[in-house]
């Protein structure tokens, strides 16, 4: 079963993810002062959709990790306080039992670690990279 | 209507300590009729493990205990049990169990991973199914 950090990282794997489908809106929305969500189905499509637009994609490589497949998941981003993000994020992986975790991070700094050679690394490698993992659950909150 | 012989609680904590025993087909037997459809006739751990993944390992949710709770409505019953993860950090499970056949038994279960100690509920609450 996937752990706290586990979580919150598959979270920050989601964004980047969107964000290397479509640069320009992921960051319209999610600089938008409203509202956004993330909603998976069991077929791993996701989408990211807030009042400016969506931005669909496939979430398979975020879940990786974790090595369990997704059934449904559903994350609500709002702002927060100074450019925060609040996030609750909600995993299931069977008809049975979900997951749950709320947390905030910095969208700017999200954005900056999606757009830096870190990112562009850890996209070569298709998400194996150490040092870019340590980075996002930094961003995130351990 | 003959009474359950254990509480949710009490069955919610059989179901983990055979989990941790390695006593597969205990804890199935403690799976909700819904669930153990699931399963296929197939009691295996490996796909008990692949089929609820979470539930499979509940009994490593987590590591320090503090408070439980149980509410008990007509044949359902919910428990929440506030504690902490492996990490240390504050997390709180909520499960639905149903008396079926004068047995309560899993049919959802509910991780929260919280932020500070002072989001703990103070009573038992239903999880919220996705």
Same mark, same amino acid.
């Given at each position: 079963?996937?752990?706290?950090?586990?979580?919150?990282?598959?979270?920050?794997?989601?964004?980047?993810?969107?964000?290397?489908?479509?640069?320009?809106?992921?960051?319209?929305?999610?600089?938008?002062?409203?509202?956004?969500?993330?909603?998976?189905?069991?077929?791993?499509?996701?989408?990211?959709?807030?009042?400016?637009?969506?931005?669909?994609?496939?979430?398979?490589?975020?879940?990786?990790?974790?090595?369990?497949?997704?059934?449904?998941?559903?994350?609500?981003?709002?702002?927060?306080?100074?450019?925060?993000?609040?996030?609750?994020?909600?995993?299931?992986?069977?008809?049975?039992?979900?997951?749950?975790?709320?947390?905030?991070?910095?969208?700017?700094?999200?954005?900056?670690?999606?757009?830096?050679?870190?990112?562009?690394?850890?996209?070569?490698?298709?998400?194996?990279?150490?040092?870019?993992?340590?980075?996002?659950?930094?961003?995130?909150?351990? | 209507?003959?009474?359950?012989?254990?509480?949710?609680?009490? $069955?919610?904590?059989?179901?983990?300590?055979?989990?941790?025993?390695?006593?597969?087909?205990?804890?199935?037997?403690?799976? $909700?009729?819904?669930?153990?459809?699931?399963?296929?006739?197939?009691?295996?751990?490996?796909?008990?493990?692949?089929?609820?993944?979470?539930?499979?390992?509940?009994?490593?949710?987590?590591?320090?205990? $503090?408070?439980?709770?149980?509410?008990?409505?007509?044949?359902?019953? !919910?428990?929440?049990?506030?504690?902490? @993860?492996?990490?240390?950090?504050?997390?709180?499970?909520?499960?639905?169990?149903? @008396?079926?056949?004068?047995?309560?038994?899993?049919?959802?279960?509910?991780?929260?991973?919280?932020?500070?100690?002072?989001?703990?509920?103070?009573?038992?609450? !239903?999880?919220?199914?996705?």
């Amino acid at each position: 079963m996937p752990n706290r950090v586990e979580v919150k990282l598959t979270v920050a794997k989601l964004i980047e993810i969107a964000y290397s489908k479509d640069k320009g809106m992921t960051a319209k929305i999610v600089r938008s002062k409203g509202d956004f969500k993330i909603s998976i189905d069991q077929d791993g499509n996701a989408s990211l959709s807030g009042t400016v637009g969506i931005v669909a994609f496939k979430s398979d490589e975020a879940f990786r990790q974790i090595g369990a497949k997704i059934k449904k998941g559903t994350i609500l981003f709002s702002s927060g306080d100074e450019g925060e993000i609040n996030y609750t994020a909600s995993f299931s992986f069977s008809g049975a039992a979900n997951i749950t975790v709320s947390g905030s991070f910095d969208v700017e700094k999200m954005i900056l670690s999606c757009s830096g050679l870190l990112c562009q690394a850890a996209r070569a490698l298709k998400g194996k990279h150490a040092a870019y993992d340590e980075e996002l659950k930094n961003i995130m909150g351990r | 209507m003959i009474e359950s012989e254990q509480s949710p609680l009490e $069955s919610y904590h059989i179901f983990n300590s055979s989990l941790a025993a390695s006593n597969v087909s205990q804890s199935v037997s403690l799976l $909700s009729k819904r669930n153990r459809g699931e399963l296929k006739q197939n009691y295996s751990y490996e796909n008990f493990k692949s089929t609820f993944p979470v539930l499979a390992t509940a009994h490593k949710i987590l590591s320090v205990q $503090s408070h439980e709770y149980q509410i008990i409505e007509d044949e359902v019953a !919910c428990i929440t049990i506030n504690g902490l @993860d492996s990490g240390g950090e504050p997390t709180s499970i909520n499960v639905e169990l149903l @008396d079926e056949d004068q047995v309560w038994v899993v049919d959802y279960l509910q991780v929260l991973y919280l932020e500070k100690e002072t989001e703990y509920p103070q009573a038992a609450i !239903c999880p919220n199914r996705m």
